[in-house]
């Protein structure tokens, strides 16, 4: 039962109403309006959240309205979990665990109610580890005992799967459209990881602006060139979008098509880990990001803690598990979201008066009205499938650039990418046998679990 608000000060960090161990913030009550999040939500969320579609119609069968019903009822859950839980992170997709998941259940499981099965499973799965972890408080100390070529091969493995899709299995896509979908992926390169770019943000403000904005330029510079090379069409559409949520949750839900088979989870149960390690290094990034804006903001205090923050994600995804398995969409931390508000946050009480508030505006206090709008979705339908390329790819180059300092020694270095291959390419019961071997009786590794528990240290992955 959530009781009486813990503060009158609706800047101060627990205001709100306190339940159990989390705090539920009422939308312009508790978190306050900041347009500038806002307007920006609407635009470089809005563009990115649709990216699912093209793989909810290709490898799940579902038409483009049940696809938008879908990725409502996902995005609806994930956004007001934050209104919710009250954590201090903008929540997103497990990115790294995107290409490893599509990959596992399209070369596994045959097209139809199973494939949402097994992302019920995995949502479950994902769910019951968080849930154990938290509380028995073996988070830090299990993470801490994983060998460095093990953390790293999990991301290189996530990189390798994302080029796999990108330029191989659906290589298509640069076939009809190759054009916008290679200046996509050049504009997106260049103003998300170019080292001459990035040093001139720094002298020039317009050029940091374009920046924050994520996939949006290559989005644009898609539909731009798409248009003039004859390979992009728009088709508006006017008025309100119904999405036929009892249709698609006829299709979905396990309370419709039937719950996993016990063996499901044990075949997801290695991937579920893998997407649980993924986790915890997007919390520890959080967190070092808070705590680093942190004296900035000493009249906003924030409140990190893992195990609560655990039990948040474990409750969100069971609920999402029933009405919208989505599992990639089961993340703690969008990352690129998380650092542009606290960018914002950490200038001032004038541009955002506590940082509950900025995150709320950004995703819309919890409510993606964008899947109700015709005009807006027949803006983002033609540059779907560009989209999905360009996440995917820009995975890859992330993921390459997180996992590549993990590693010190060439030989760690050679394991790590053996299991990388090993989880992209194989089922994860094989890769999971190769990574044991690799790191035992190859690299050396020996778990010292009394030694990690004696000095728990956070993930540096």
Request: hydrophobic share 55%.
């Amino acid at each position: 039962m959530m009781n009486k608000p813990v503060s009158d000060n609706p800047n101060a960090r627990s205001s709100g109403w306190r339940w159990g161990p989390f705090t539920f913030r009422v939308p312009f009550l508790h978190l306050k309006f900041v347009p500038s999040q806002f307007v920006q939500g609407v635009v470089v969320a809005s563009a990115t959240s649709l990216i699912m579609a093209p793989v909810m119609i290709g490898y799940f069968g579902l038409s483009f309205e049940e696809a938008l019903a879908l990725l409502m009822l996902a995005n609806t859950v994930l956004c007001a979990s934050f209104v919710v839980f009250g954590e201090p992170f903008a929540p997103g997709m497990l990115t790294p665990a995107f290409p490893l998941v599509l990959t596992f259940i399209v070369s596994g499981y045959p097209e139809g109610p199973e494939r949402f099965q097994v992302m019920t499973a995995l949502s479950l799965s994902l769910a019951g580890i968080a849930l154990v972890f938290s509380l028995s408080g073996l988070s830090r100390r299990l993470i801490s005992a994983l060998p460095v070529a093990l953390k790293a091969g999990i991301i290189f493995g996530a990189a390798i799967s994302a080029l796999d899709r990108v330029f191989i299995k659906d290589a298509a896509l640069f076939e009809s459209h190759p054009v916008s979908a290679i200046t996509a992926l050049l504009v997106a390169l260049l103003f998300t990881f170019s080292a001459p770019v990035q040093a001139l943000r720094t002298r020039h403000k317009w050029l940091d602006s374009i920046c924050c904005l994520g996939l949006l330029p290559g989005f644009v510079a898609a539909a731009v060139v798409g248009v003039i090379a004859g390979e992009i069409q728009f088709d508006m559409r006017w008025g309100l979008f119904l999405p036929p949520v009892a249709e698609t949750l006829a299709k979905v839900s396990p309370l419709s098509i039937g719950w996993p088979p016990a063996t499901m989870y044990l075949e997801v149960l290695p991937l579920a880990f893998v997407a649980y390690v993924i986790l915890f290094g997007d919390f520890v990034t959080g967190t070092e990001m808070i705590h680093n804006a942190q004296p900035a903001r000493e009249d906003d205090p924030v409140d990190t803690n893992f195990e609560r923050s655990q039990i948040a994600v474990a409750l969100r995804n069971a609920v999402s598990a029933v009405f919208a398995p989505l599992f990639p969409y089961q993340g703690v931390l969008w990352t690129g979201v998380h650092a542009v508000v606290i960018q914002t946050w950490q200038r001032g009480q004038e541009k955002m008066s506590n940082l509950h508030s900025g995150i709320g505006s950004y995703y819309g206090f919890g409510l993606p009205l964008i899947y109700l709008c015709w005009p807006w979705i027949s803006l983002i339908k033609p540059i779907m499938a560009i989209a999905l390329m360009l996440t995917l790819a820009l995975t890859a180059f992330a993921c390459i650039m997180v996992a590549a300092p993990l590693v010190k020694k060439p030989l760690e270095m050679v394991c790590a990418l053996v299991i990388g291959f090993m989880l992209a390419m194989f089922d994860v019961w094989t890769a999971l046998g190769a990574a044991i071997f690799l790191l035992v009786c190859i690299n050396g590794n020996v778990p010292r679990w009394r030694k990690s528990a004696a000095t728990p240290q956070p993930a540096q992955d």
